[in-house]
């Protein structure tokens, strides 16, 4: 990346991962909070913890339309101010209803397709996977560290205190985005760099990317539910205070990592990805089945907790590769636009299903619930043919060319390593899946004149 690039990336980082932080500072103690107060019921408690699911889900889409006609910053600007106001309802309210509506709010500010929209807009195509792995590694890290910090934020300024910050920390990226991130002069040449409805058919018909989606949609939904009941677990098994909680959080946090990050290395390597992810499936499982296990004993609870979160985190960290390595090229983005409604969707489900069977059958139902769903995925994840992993290489066509479309196709075809070829006449442009341990893409340019996207 170049320094305008770096510093683009940087800022949109800081402040997608400021606003996640935001979200899930609260996760690990909303439940115990939202169980005080008046009319609190098991649904409604759920319905606090996963709300904010279902309002990204309906928004996203909206937002990144929207930021196509009017811009991007001032619809980031937008959902930051609604976030920041969603923060203060719930920061003022004393009444579950008003939490609900809080959280509601701030799922509103749905900003992530149009943050991830402005990162294409300001990056070249060759360094887009760098600047999408650097912002979900922000992420990643957004969510361990508020974990550890909920329960301690919570004992100094309690909940309300942590609704208050996120709504300063909305405001403090305001700021970044106004004074930090540069106006992109036009949006992304790239027409696979956006979500659209033309190519909406066919990544729901792809079967390998479908069961990326339904994976992203239960990895969530588990985890939103088992933030319905763990709360009260560690209460009522470990019996620790509800600001005492990072006490567990922790340790079991940096272990997972530990234990995760030479899985992780090992899934780099193309023979491995499917083995170490379905492992991963196979580990979030075990987590659950020694949460349903260890209810009432310490040493279960605390090892089925460490066995979620390896897996989680492993899966967190290799889905959103995995889609965008299997996505056409020329797709994306709507890809993308498909696999995070499903996420914000399992958020939702999560919460208010958890509710519902916490209701009904108290926390062994939910990890019940938890456990049958993450077994549906470990025997979706070994159905259906293994896919090949490629790389998309974008190609632009700068240069006059006697040939017509079919044979463009042909003789990028043809070239080694290449087994796939889409070409867009209109845009100028050609996405090719390409095994690059065997492609040449200046055996490409030779041959055709086809132009690589300047690096």
Request: proline share 4%.
């Amino acid at each position: 990346m170049n320094r305008s690039e770096r510093r683009s990336v940087a800022a949109l980082a800081g402040v997608f991962s400021l606003r996640m932080l935001g979200l899930f500072l609260v996760l690990p103690v909303i439940a115990l909070y939202a169980a005080q107060l008046d009319g609190a019921t098991p649904f409604l408690i759920g319905l606090s913890v996963g709300i904010y699911g279902l309002t990204q889900a309906l928004f996203q889409i909206a937002f990144g339309a929207l930021s196509d006609r009017f811009g991007r910053k001032p619809l980031i600007i937008l959902g930051l101010l609604i976030f920041a106001f969603g923060s203060v309802v719930a920061a003022v309210s004393d009444t579950l209803t008003g939490i609900i509506i809080g959280r509601a709010l701030q799922g509103s500010g749905a900003i992530a397709a149009v943050v991830l929209a402005l990162v294409a807009d300001l990056t070249r195509e060759q360094q887009r996977i760098k600047a999408m792995a650097l912002i979900g590694m922000s992420i990643g890290a957004s969510f361990l560290i508020a974990l550890m910090a909920g329960p301690a934020l919570d004992r100094w300024i309690g909940v309300s205190g942590i609704f208050w910050l996120t709504a300063v920390l909305a405001l403090g990226c305001i700021a970044v985005i106004v004074w930090w991130v540069p106006t992109p002069q036009h949006a992304a040449r790239d027409p696979g760099s956006s979500a659209t409805l033309v190519y909406f058919r066919e990544v729901i018909a792809n079967p390998h990317l479908l069961r990326l989606d339904l994976g992203i949609f239960i990895l969530h939904m588990v985890l939103t539910a088992v933030f319905v009941v763990i709360p009260f677990a560690l209460v009522d098994t470990l019996e620790l205070k509800r600001d005492a909680h990072w006490q567990v959080y922790i340790p079991v946090l940096i272990g997972s990592v530990l234990l995760m990050a030479p899985l992780l290395m090992m899934g780099m390597r193309r023979q491995r990805t499917f083995w170490v992810f379905r492992l991963a499936i196979a580990i979030l499982l075990a987590g659950q089945l020694a949460l349903l296990s260890g209810m009432d004993q310490a040493k279960l609870l605390l090892t089925g907790l460490l066995c979620f979160f390896v897996g989680f985190n492993l899966l967190e960290a290799m889905l959103p590769s995995l889609m965008t390595r299997l996505a056409p090229g020329y797709a994306k983005g709507t890809a993308i636009g498909v696999y995070n409604t499903f996420e914000f969707a399992g958020v939702f489900v999560g919460g208010a299903f958890g509710g519902i069977l916490l209701g009904m059958f108290g926390g062994p139902g939910v990890f019940a619930f938890c456990a049958l769903a993450s077994l549906a995925w470990l025997i979706l994840a070994f159905t259906g043919a293994t896919p090949e992993l490629r790389n998309s290489v974008t190609l632009r066509l700068d240069g006059e060319t006697d040939l017509d479309l079919e044979s463009l196709e042909l003789h990028l075809g043809a070239l080694r390593g290449v087994d796939h070829v889409t070409v867009l006449p209109k845009d100028r442009i050609a996405y090719i899946r390409v095994d690059e341990s065997c492609f040449d893409l200046h055996q490409a340019h030779a041959v055709l004149g086809v132009l690589p996207l300047r690096q």
